[in-house]
C-alpha cells in the first residue's frame, strides 16, 4: 500500500504545478496559437490572415523536445536552441523562442521572436525590465550565428512577447508595447526605421472573463489559458469565435491543462482547509472536529482531514 506524507503531497503538488506550467507553454508553441499573437501584437503582421501567419510565415520544424511526450507533430513550432548562455552571465532558458518572416516595405525580412508565460507579476523586481533584459540577450546572443566581426547590418529585430496571467487589476486586459524610438533634441535628421528598430517587448496582460474584449489575442488566450472553464466549454469558443480546428494534439494539451489545474486548485483548498483547522485549533483551543464544524467541511471529509493532522504531528 502507498504511503503519503504531507511532504510527498508537496512534492506531488510542485510536480503537478511544474506539469502544468509545461502544458501552458506547449499549448502556446502550436503555430495557430503564435499566428494569433503576432497578428494582434505586431505590425508587420497586421494585415496578414492568421492561417497564413501559421502556414507560411513562422518558421520551423518538427522536432521531440527532452521533457516532452508527442511534440513531434508539424502543428508545435520549437525550431532552435531555447537556451542562451554566457561565461560571466550564466545561463537562462526561454519559454520558447522561434524565427518568423514578415513583409516589410515590399521586402521579406526575419524576425526572432520569444513567447514568455508568466504567471507572477511581481516576482520581486519589475518584470518589464526581465523582459527588456530578455530581448538584448536575443540580440547579442546573435553574434556568430547571424552576424560576425563587424556586419551589424545583419542584425534580427527581436519580439519579446510577455503573457501575464494574473496582473494586478489596474492592468488586466491591456497589451502594451515597449519600442525605441528616433526622437530629434537638437537640429532635425531622419534615419532609416529598420537601422533602430531592433527591439520590441510587449506585455500582455489577461484578466476577468469577458465576451468582449477588444482585441482578440485576449480573449483568445484567457480561454486557453483559464482554469476556470472546462475542456468542451474551450473547444467550442475556440471553434466558433476563432475558427481554430481542434486537432488531436490540441485538444489533448488542452485537457491536459484542465486535469492539471483542478488538481492543482483542489490541492490548493485542501492544503488551505487544514491549515485553517490548525489555527482554529491552537487559537480556540478546540478539537479538531468542532474546527471543521466552524469552517463548514462536510462531515463525510472530517476522516481526511483528521489523517493529515495526525500525520504531520508523528513527523513533527
Given at each position: 500500500m502507498e504511503i503519503t506524507t504531507p511532504i510527498s503531497e508537496h512534492i506531488s503538488y510542485v510536480y503537478?504545478?511544474?506539469?502544468?506550467?509545461?502544458?501552458?507553454?506547449?499549448?502556446?508553441?502550436?503555430?495557430?496559437?503564435?499566428?494569433?499573437?503576432?497578428?494582434?501584437?505586431?505590425?508587420?503582421?497586421?494585415?496578414?490572415?492568421?492561417?497564413?501567419?501559421?502556414?507560411?510565415?513562422?518558421?520551423?520544424?518538427?522536432?521531440?523536445?527532452?521533457?516532452?511526450?508527442?511534440?513531434?507533430?508539424?502543428?508545435?513550432?520549437?525550431?532552435?536552441?531555447?537556451?542562451?548562455?554566457?561565461?560571466?552571465?550564466g545561463t537562462i532558458y526561454y519559454d520558447i523562442i522561434f524565427y518568423a518572416i514578415a513583409p516589410y516595405n515590399g521586402e521579406l525580412i526575419k524576425l526572432l521572436l520569444n513567447i514568455e508565460a508568466q504567471n507572477d507579476f511581481y516576482p520581486g523586481y519589475p518584470l518589464i525590465m526581465r523582459a527588456i533584459y530578455y530581448?538584448?540577450?536575443?540580440?547579442?546572443?546573435?553574434?556568430?550565428?547571424?552576424?560576425?566581426?563587424a556586419n551589424y547590418n545583419q542584425i534580427k529585430k527581436v519580439y519579446s512577447i510577455w503573457i501575464c496571467a494574473n496582473p494586478p487589476k489596474?492592468?488586466?486586459?491591456?497589451?502594451?508595447?515597449?519600442?525605441?524610438?528616433?526622437?530629434?533634441?537638437?537640429?532635425?535628421?531622419?534615419?532609416?526605421?529598420?537601422?533602430?528598430?531592433?527591439?520590441?517587448?510587449?506585455?500582455?496582460?489577461?484578466?476577468t472573463p469577458q465576451e468582449n474584449i477588444e482585441g482578440g489575442v485576449l480573449r483568445l488566450l484567457e480561454v486557453l489559458l483559464s482554469n476556470k472553464r472546462d475542456v468542451e466549454e474551450k473547444k467550442k469558443i475556440l471553434a466558433t469565435e476563432f475558427h481554430i480546428k481542434m486537432s488531436e494534439d490540441i485538444e489533448e494539451e488542452v485537457m491536459k491543462m484542465c486535469n492539471l489545474s483542478e488538481g492543482i486548485e483542489r490541492e490548493g483548498i485542501e492544503k488551505g482547509l487544514y491549515q485553517g483547522i490548525k489555527n482554529i485549533m491552537k487559537n480556540l483551543h478546540l478539537d479538531s472536529s468542532q474546527a471543521?464544524?466552524?469552517l463548514g467541511i462536510?462531515?463525510?471529509?472530517?476522516?481526511?482531514?483528521k489523517d493529515m493532522l495526525e500525520r504531520m504531528n508523528e513527523i513533527l
Amino acid at each position: 500500500m502507498e504511503i503519503t506524507t504531507p511532504i510527498s503531497e508537496h512534492i506531488s503538488y510542485v510536480y503537478q504545478k511544474a506539469s502544468y506550467d509545461v502544458a501552458c507553454k506547449r499549448l502556446l508553441s502550436f503555430k495557430i496559437i503564435l499566428a494569433y499573437i503576432l497578428k494582434y501584437c505586431i505590425d508587420e503582421f497586421k494585415d496578414i490572415d492568421v492561417n497564413e501567419i501559421a502556414e507560411y510565415y513562422i518558421e520551423g520544424y518538427p522536432q521531440i523536445c527532452e521533457s516532452a511526450v508527442h511534440v513531434n507533430h508539424s502543428d508545435y513550432i520549437i525550431s532552435m536552441n531555447n537556451e542562451d548562455s554566457t561565461f560571466d552571465e550564466g545561463t537562462i532558458y526561454y519559454d520558447i523562442i522561434f524565427y518568423a518572416i514578415a513583409p516589410y516595405n515590399g521586402e521579406l525580412i526575419k524576425l526572432l521572436l520569444n513567447i514568455e508565460a508568466q504567471n507572477d507579476f511581481y516576482p520581486g523586481y519589475p518584470l518589464i525590465m526581465r523582459a527588456i533584459y530578455y530581448a538584448c540577450r536575443m540580440i547579442s546572443a546573435q553574434y556568430g550565428k547571424e552576424f560576425t566581426k563587424a556586419n551589424y547590418n545583419q542584425i534580427k529585430k527581436v519580439y519579446s512577447i510577455w503573457i501575464c496571467a494574473n496582473p494586478p487589476k489596474t492592468k488586466e486586459n491591456t497589451i502594451t508595447k515597449y519600442e525605441i524610438e528616433e526622437k530629434n533634441i537638437v537640429g532635425y535628421m531622419k534615419e532609416k526605421k529598420n537601422y533602430y528598430d531592433l527591439m520590441t517587448v510587449i506585455m500582455i496582460c489577461l484578466g476577468t472573463p469577458q465576451e468582449n474584449i477588444e482585441g482578440g489575442v485576449l480573449r483568445l488566450l484567457e480561454v486557453l489559458l483559464s482554469n476556470k472553464r472546462d475542456v468542451e466549454e474551450k473547444k467550442k469558443i475556440l471553434a466558433t469565435e476563432f475558427h481554430i480546428k481542434m486537432s488531436e494534439d490540441i485538444e489533448e494539451e488542452v485537457m491536459k491543462m484542465c486535469n492539471l489545474s483542478e488538481g492543482i486548485e483542489r490541492e490548493g483548498i485542501e492544503k488551505g482547509l487544514y491549515q485553517g483547522i490548525k489555527n482554529i485549533m491552537k487559537n480556540l483551543h478546540l478539537d479538531s472536529s468542532q474546527a471543521m464544524e466552524i469552517l463548514g467541511i462536510s462531515k463525510e471529509d472530517y476522516p481526511k482531514y483528521k489523517d493529515m493532522l495526525e500525520r504531520m504531528n508523528e513527523i513533527l
